[in-house]
């Protein structure tokens, strides 16, 4: 009975000590994909993308569960014009966190430039746009969308929504004058030009708004 009591204490111990050396080496997995994470995001900034690549690979190897990651993984392969890879990995990161607006935003415009589908672009754009209210991407984008579907209300509202959200969105506001004049509304129009040339003095399309008005 007492070496029964004896080696339960024993099997005790060596689980507890199995489960210590699991977190211990799962808490390290963590932290180097975390160092990865930061290193190889870094080197994206810079432009080093076979250096961001293999980092960020190793990250997700060591944590599969790194979402933003995943993410970064994809906009390196969408800039290595590896477009099957970048959707992979950029529905991953969704799969992962469907509540990130980012990770939407990224895969409509994957939808949109590259796959040529508007219709699923349109949906990652609205659902952005529904995660977060000040997304001024997702209201250009929508605003665009919008525009190709030829409703115009809609279009002018959510270009004027991008624009609140981002005084400086100069391609906004020529989007917007251009539909503003198309409607007709000529004090408009020429607000819109007259607030990208605030923006920026040398834009040649102001230039040449004024030049023939």
């Not at 929504?161 to 007709?184: C, F, V, W």
């Amino acid at each position: 009975m007492k070496n029964n009591t004896v080696v339960k204490k024993y099997v005790a111990l060596g689980i507890a000590i199995t489960i210590i050396m699991v977190a211990a080496y799962t808490s390290y997995r963590y932290v180097t994909a975390a160092n990865l994470y930061a290193k190889s995001t870094h080197e994206l900034e810079e432009g080093h993308l076979s250096d961001a690549e293999e980092g960020l690979a190793k990250a997700i190897r060591l944590n599969p569960w790194h979402a933003d990651a995943h993410y970064e993984l994809a906009t390196v392969f969408k800039k290595l014009n590896k477009k099957k890879d970048a959707f992979e990995y950029m529905s991953r990161a969704i799969a992962l966190n469907p509540n990130n607006p980012d990770y939407h935003l990224g895969i409509g415009f994957l939808y949109f430039n590259d796959i040529g589908d508007k219709v699923k672009a349109k949906k990652h754009f609205e659902q952005a746009f529904i995660l977060d209210k000040t997304n001024y991407s997702a209201c250009y984008m929508l605003a665009v969308v919008s525009e190709g579907e030829r409703d115009l209300g809609k279009a002018i509202y959510f270009y004027e929504k991008a624009i609140n959200l981002d005084p400086d969105l100069t391609m906004a506001y020529k989007q917007l004058a251009a539909l503003y004049n198309a409607k007709g509304m000529e004090e408009q129009t020429k607000a819109c030009w007259n607030n990208v040339i605030k923006i920026d003095p040398a834009d040649t399309d102001a230039l040449a708004y004024f030049d023939n008005d």
